[in-house]
């Protein structure tokens, strides 16, 4: 049987360089947590609608938290290498910040597994932040997405992540 084992810290890709999914069975499960954030800046104006419930589509927020959540549990269809993860918990949570203008988002995902949660995180963030997108785009064409990244990061054999353990892109 040929050796498998990946040759570089890339673990989606086997000794023949051959995307595969990793295998997960010799893992131990732990309690595993991740935290993601980013953020949507956009006009004063466009932000005003969302604080004061007024746009078109209703409640921005609320929807794009519930985005949010349904992306977390929809992460492993999305991204084609990711297990399935039962999830036991998913929040999703924004602060208005006027001084960008705009809202920043931070997602938690959690769950007791064989393997980590960051990518579940990461797709709350990033369809949190499309859905306000889609529902302010009518108001505000020009809102920029930025700045989605892993803050947090703990359970499983690499431990424990803090944002600040990694440069500022």
Request: charged share 20%; net charge neutral.
């Amino acid at each position: 049987m040929p050796d498998t084992k990946p040759s570089s810290p890339l673990t989606h890709f086997d000794a023949q360089g051959q995307a595969h999914m990793v295998d997960v069975a010799a893992k131990a499960s732990t309690h595993r947590v991740a935290v993601a954030e980013g953020r949507i800046r956009m006009l004063p104006a466009t932000l005003a609608l969302i604080q004061a419930g007024t746009a078109k589509k209703g409640d921005v927020l609320g929807i794009a938290r519930i985005a949010g959540i349904q992306a977390a549990k929809k992460t492993s269809d999305l991204i084609p290498l990711c297990h399935p993860i039962a999830l036991t918990r998913v929040a999703v949570e924004f602060d208005i910040e006027p001084d960008l203008p705009g809202v920043r988002c931070q997602a938690t995902a959690e769950c007791t597994g064989q393997t980590g949660v960051e990518m579940e995180a990461l797709s709350a963030v990033s369809v949190a932040l499309l859905t306000i997108y889609d529902m302010c785009k009518a108001a505000d064409r020009g809102m920029v997405m930025d700045g989605v990244r892993l803050v947090e990061k703990r359970g499983g054999k690499s431990g424990v992540f803090f944002v600040d353990q990694s440069p500022e892109l």
